[in-house]
């Protein structure tokens, strides 16, 4: 039920002035993707944000004061996965970069694709919904999802003004609260994007078809979380035979159980170094990276890293503070 979804709070109201900007830029680097954060002013500096995962996507709510965000080449090689962002500002106009650049007024969004790099000017003032999306589930709604990256949604009248609509109301904390299914409102967010794409038309060239091991590993990331997944599982999801299956990671030179556990190792280290999960139990995070349990998700962590769950948070938690 989507009242039991927790809702992870972050804010700089109990953060030294002085070090406000360096926290949230962790929050970011942790919550979205790795990037680089300016503000004029620094002391004056301030920002709340809120998020809910919800599997393929997470739903996150910024606001602040006046900031600039952006990626450059290191970031984009340190970023861990492949997502797209559906991003809109519902108190003012804002101002950004990604494949061209783009002016746009309050509720209307942006389409971004983490392999680009982006630039991010926020006014003071500025309440973003900000939809972070896996890459393999945008693909289950948008066969090229290339048409709509860097483009500007909702100026005039049609299926992206409806989808900008619906998304400003997306808040974590909606969803926590409401007696809707959650599943109905993803879903209902996919149609609308597909139905959004259709009004740009297909784009040339088509972007090139995503290699065998690629499409696996995105279904996996969206499937990692669950402690019974098997490779059965993943493999009717991308329509392939199981003996096929297995061989895709053997031309990769590598295995489904290798790849499996190195993706929830790696979710459970960003959770552990990040702010926004440090009412998490040891536990609660585990279960959440798809491991059965925190003895199991311990045993990892210490074969990789040397280092024990509550070291690596707490060497996180002090580096941030």
Not at 33 to 49: E, I, R, S, T, W
Not at 148 to 165: H, I, P, Y
Not at 275 to 284: N, V
Request: charged share 15%; net charge positive.
């Amino acid at each position: 039920m989507s009242e039991l979804l927790p809702v992870l709070k972050w804010s700089t109201d109990h953060v030294d002035a002085g070090q406000r900007l360096d926290y949230y830029a962790d929050a970011l680097n942790c919550s979205i993707v790795p990037m680089q954060l300016d503000a004029p002013g620094q002391a004056g500096f301030y920002a709340h944000m809120d998020a809910v995962e919800l599997g393929g996507l997470s739903v996150i709510h910024q606001r602040g004061s006046e900031h600039r965000c952006y990626t450059g080449q290191r970031d984009l090689a340190r970023n861990g996965g492949h997502y797209y962002h559906l991003i809109l500002n519902r108190a003012c106009g804002w101002r950004a970069l990604h494949r061209g650049a783009v002016q746009l007024a309050p509720g209307e969004a942006l389409f971004i694709d983490s392999r680009f790099a982006t630039d991010i000017q926020s006014p003071s003032a500025y309440d973003y919904i900000h939809v972070k999306l896996n890459a393999g589930w945008v693909r289950q709604w948008l066969p090229v999802p290339a048409v709509m990256t860097g483009a500007k949604l909702g100026a005039q009248a049609g299926w992206g003004q409806v989808l900008c609509a619906f998304a400003a109301g997306l808040t974590p904390q909606f969803l926590a609260q409401s007696s809707q299914r959650v599943s109905q409102m993803v879903d209902h967010l996919g149609s609308l994007l597909a139905l959004t794409a259709q009004e740009y038309g297909t784009p040339a060239p088509r972007e090139p078809a995503a290699e065998p091991i690629e499409k696996i590993r995105d279904l996996m990331q969206q499937m990692c979380a669950s402690p019974a997944l098997t490779a059965a599982q993943v493999a009717a999801a991308a329509g392939m035979p199981l003996r096929s299956f297995h061989r895709t990671f053997t031309r990769a030179q590598s295995t489904f159980g290798s790849t499996l556990t190195q993706m929830r190792y790696q979710r459970a280290i960003d959770m552990l170094g990040s702010p926004l999960c440090k009412r998490l139990s040891i536990a609660e995070i585990a279960h959440r990276a798809g491991f059965c349990d925190a003895s199991h998700l311990s045993a990892v962590v210490r074969s990789r890293s040397g280092q024990t769950p509550s070291q690596i948070r707490r060497h996180a938690l002090c580096d941030a503070a």
